[in-house]
Nanobody, 122 residues
């Protein structure tokens, strides 16, 4: 069983930065594929960024060059550094984990955090 707790969300002006953190429980964190998803009001949940157990990363086109995902296996934490934020990045951001290989399909993820709100003002 894995529990995920996100933090770091908040209100920021366009062009600003935030760093989200996702702290995980469980002994096998280093073997999990981790990902960030987001959901804006009235929209479907969408993939943002992912990182596999080898720290190979993947990003949605909308955030490439602005967001960076990373992991610290010793701290059982995954991060999402978000720079050059835009109003369209406003959403509830979720951390997710799954055993096995990385995928950008939300239905493949077993464990989810409660979400952290990111609001970008124009």
């Amino acid at each position: 069983q894995v529990q995920l707790v996100e933090s770091g969300g908040g209100l920021v002006q366009a062009g600003g930065s935030l760093r989200l953190s996702c702290a995980a429980s469980g002994r096998t964190f280093s073997s999990y594929a981790m990902a960030w998803f987001r959901q804006a009001p009235g929209k479907e949940r969408e993939f943002v960024a992912g990182i596999d157990w080898r720290s190979i990363t993947s990003y949605a086109d909308s955030v490439k060059g602005r967001f960076t995902i990373s992991r610290d296996n010793a701290k059982k934490t995954v991060y999402l550094q978000m720079n050059s934020l835009k109003p369209e990045d406003t959403a509830l951001y979720y951390c997710a984990a799954r055993g096995g290989s990385f995928t950008s399909w939300s239905n493949d993820y077993t464990y989810w955090g409660q979400g952290t709100q990111v609001t970008v003002s124009s």
